[in-house]
């Protein structure tokens, strides 16, 4: 008892001294463990980490159970794997202990001794007083780490614009950035309440951090703005506050709401019909129709013939090719049956178009419009900048000064596309916008002033002025991309662990089919090879019957083995473990071989005429000859299937200098296009119906299995093909493969 005590006291003051260390790059696991081997002699100590996956079977036992494990007496009948292994290497006695840190056994303290017995409980219990000092000591550097990577973040989000707060549990701003200071009209130093500052105290914000927000008007030290009020809780003593400037939001959708009781200009939304689904209450008003029974009218019955055959509507419908915006004067008939003239402007969508009509002495509403639109921009806190139609700058807000460090005269008359880290995702916005859509939410990394790469979200939307010359508005915005890449940081290394074990099990499940596969080689080939020789007679004479069920098993026997190689070949193709032998290849030649021989007969047996055609400039290629055979036999014979009369032609010849085409084209039952679609899917069969003399069901690997020799020769496979014209299977092979690149590797002296 009194050695017990010594050794515990001995344990407890060394354990101190190790965890008493005050550097931040301290080893504490590996200290650790190196003082448990000194104190207790044992040969081996280590401090392991329990981790998502790739846990050893003894660990993820006591990682579930949080009790320590020991076997004083290695053997190849060891519970676990691992201490086989042990056993293996020398080792006779092995134990483990849980090391919690907050509440969750996040390592385990693993020993291995040479001798039998060597993990008493005495010193199990000795050593199970010292695990949770280390326990506590790393979790104390796991918070101060978090704390640590906490302050940084706050230290980075707070020199953003918008302004930002931290409030504590009591109600006050424990700190704000210099923005939340400007527009709070807060003083250095003064205890301030957040009550006072934002009209909500602790429990409100506290609501809010659910995940609502709301609107809130702060005069500030300038005039009033609207803000929106975002809470994020970082702990149960304190929040996080963001204010996101809305004012210039509200203010375009008040202005919106007034439009909408204008008497002299309407907007309709139609389908691609012309069958008008919404209305402005100033359709009603400036064309005389009582409020409510414009829906469901059509937009052409509306129009003279002039208007309907500007907006393309002669047939009754938007035609797809329509251009996305169309304008000009044309006649409307109000609601009183009179004609009235008015300007049209049409602006094309995905479920129909939206079109705005205004009194045709009203066009110089488009330059007030425009106006009130340079207002906005001017106004917004987001960058906002107005291209021409060829990519060129022609303004910009203020606020692109601030988030790209450019100034409006540096920016004027530049290709907008110096700004984007790749231009072609801006291309393809504006090709976008420019057929009518809208671009809302791209995610695009751009180029400040000083090179420095920034990550923003754009909008991209088309306008026209008052001569119809378009010209693009890109809105940009930073800090909602910021929080979204956090997101999906956080969302992509929830799901890496999952996606790995799915890889995982694919890969199992292939290796599964390919043993399988094998082992049932091995009878099968016994079972033919003795089928043919009894039907050869070598066992005695069969009388017809006999011969007639021999052949049967001879044939169903050969069957079930090219099924049995398709599986292997579209396993070991999904395992990327096929390798090419790449010879030259005669391809007049190719038609000599027994496979593509045999074909020609069962074709000809059948009453199918069967040519091969190899145009006479047509050279070698380089090509693994085998797999080349297994490409025609699967095309040929799913050729030969599905034709029951007529032709099946082979036709080779080049494509170009580099390339050759094959088409292996049949007069069968041919192709639905929802078979296409599907037709180089792993285990599609397509449906039979019509033929005479329906085949075997086979595996629906064969096409499946081309495509992947194909690809392998770095060529593609088309189909072509309609129902009861026949089919045309072609692809194009290089005539010479190109050859991998092959590492480098550096030479010492």
């Known amino acids: 008892m009194a050695d017990n005590i010594v050794a515990t006291s001995k344990l407890l003051t060394d354990i101190s001294q190790v965890l008493n260390g005050t550097q931040d790059n301290i080893d504490i696991p590996n200290n650790f463990a190196g003082l448990v081997t000194s104190l207790f002699g044992i040969d081996k100590a280590t401090v392991t980490e329990i981790k998502e996956e790739a846990n050893s079977a003894v660990c993820e036992y006591i990682s579930n159970t949080k009790k320590a494990y020991v076997d004083n007496q290695l053997s190849e009948f060891s519970a676990f794997p691992e201490l086989i ?23 385990v303290l693993e020993m291995l001794s040479n001798f039998e017995n060597k993990f008493s409980p005495d010193m199990m219990q000795i050593l199970s007083l010292g695990t949770p000092l280390l326990g506590y000591a790393l979790m104390y550097r796991k918070e101060k780490g978090k704390n640590l990577k906490l302050a940084t973040y706050f230290d980075a989000a707070f020199s953003d614009s918008a302004p930002q707060l931290l409030v504590s549990s009591s109600g006050n701003i424990i700190k704000a950035n210099k923005s939340a ?32 927000s709301t609107e809130l008007v702060i005069s500030g030290y300038a005039e009033p703005s609207v803000y929106n009020v975002t809470v994020s809780k970082i702990s149960e003593s304190m929040l996080h506050v963001l204010l996101i400037d809305s004012t210039s939001s509200s203010i375009l959708k008040s202005t919106l709401t007034a439009m909408d009781y204008s008497e002299d200009m309407a907007v309709v939304l139609v389908d691609n019909d012309f069958i008008i689904k919404q209305a402005s209450k100033g359709f009603s008003q400036f064309l005389g129709y009582p409020q409510g029974m414009v829906t469901g009218k059509s937009l052409l019955d509306m129009l003279d013939q002039r208007g309907r055959a500007l907006i393309g509507g002669e047939d009754g419908r938007i035609k797809p090719d329509s251009s996305s915006i169309i304008a000009g004067t044309v006649q409307l008939l109000t609601g009183n049956s009179t004609l009235t003239r008015a300007h049209i402007v049409m602006a094309r969508s995905f479920s129909g178009a939206v079109v705005a009509v205004s009194k045709a002495s009203f066009e110089e509403y488009v330059d007030i419009a425009s106006e009130n639109l340079n207002d906005f921009v001017s106004t917004t806190s987001d960058v906002v900048i107005k291209i021409d139609s060829l990519g060129f700058i022609k303004e910009c807000n203020l606020a692109t000064e601030h988030v790209l460090g450019y100034t409006k005269e540096e920016l004027l008359n530049k290709d907008v596309k110096m700004l984007y880290e790749d231009p072609a995702m801006l291309d393809r916005d504006i090709a ?60 992509i290394k929830e799901n890496f662990g999952y996606i790995k074990k799915l890889e995982g099990n694919s890969e199992l499940k292939s290796e599964f089919i390919y043993n399988i596969s094998h082992e049932l080689k091995t009878p099968l080939t016994s079972i033919i090879g003795f089928s043919k020789f009894l039907y050869g007679g070598e066992f005695g004479q069969l009388n017809d019957e006999q011969r007639d069920n021999i052949k049967t098993i001879i044939d169903e026997a050969d069957r079930l083995m090219l099924i049995i190689n398709q599986i292997l070949d579209a396993t070991k193709l999904d395992a990327n473990k096929v390798e090419l032998d790449f010879k030259e290849v005669d391809l007049a030649e190719l038609k000599n071989s027994p496979s593509i021989t045999a074909l020609e007969e069962a074709a000809q047996k059948k009453g199918v005429q069967f040519s091969w055609t190899v145009k006479y400039d047509t050279p070698k290629i380089m090509a693994d000859q085998n797999r080349l055979i297994q490409v025609f036999v699967n095309l040929i014979g799913n050729a030969i299937k599905f034709t029951e009369s007529g032709s099946i032609t082979v036709n080779i010849e080049n494509k170009s200098k580099n390339k050759i085409v094959v088409s292996v084209k049949d007069t069968g039952m041919g192709i639905s296009p929802e078979d296409k679609q599907k037709l180089f899917r792993k285990f599609y069969q397509v449906p039979r119906k019509g033929l005479v003399k329906p085949e075997g069901t086979g595996t629906g690997l064969g096409l499946s299995i081309t495509r992947d020799i194909i690809k392998l020769h770095h060529g593609k496979i088309k189909v072509d093909s309609e129902v009861g014209k026949g089919s045309n299977f072609w692809f194009i092979l290089p005539i010479i493969q190109r050859q991998p690149r092959k590492k480098q590797h550096s030479q010492t002296a």
């Open 85 to 107: 292994g042990h056993k293996n290497a020398g080792y006779r006695s092995y134990a483990a202990i849980p090391i919690l840190v907050d509440g969750k056994v996040s390592f």
């Open 432 to 491: 976008y916008a420019k057929n009518g859509g809208k671009v809302d939410s791209t995610y695009v990394n751009l180029f400040k002033k000083d090179r420095a790469t920034i990550p923003v979200t754009h909008y991209v939307r088309m306008l026209k002025g008052n001569k119809m010359d378009e010209y693009y508005l890109i809105l940009i915005k930073e800090l909602a991309t910021k929080q979204l890449l956090v997101s999906q940081d956080s969302i």
């Open 181 to 212: 200071m400007k527009k709070l009209n807060l003083s250095l130093g003064a205890e301030i309440k957040v009550a006072g500052a934002l009209g909500l105290d602790f429990a409100a914000l506290s609501s809010l951090s659910k995940g609502s």
